[in-house]
């Protein structure tokens, strides 16, 4: 919920989830909107968490 929260605050006005399973069967999800880009700094400090 909260990444559609960000993405509708962000200006968003179309948002794409999907779900599904890689060859390895591990879970994957894609999150797309089109709403203001993330700001670079944000990005980085996003991939230290997500590591």
Do not use: Y
Not at 19 to 31: F, L, N, P
């Amino acid at each position: 919920m909260n990444l559609i929260k960000n993405a509708s605050e962000a200006g968003a006005k179309n948002i794409t989830i999907k779900a599904g399973m890689d060859r390895m069967e591990q879970t994957i999800i894609e999150v797309a909107n089109d709403g203001d880009a993330i700001s670079n700094e944000t990005r980085t400090a996003f991939a230290l968490i997500f590591r």
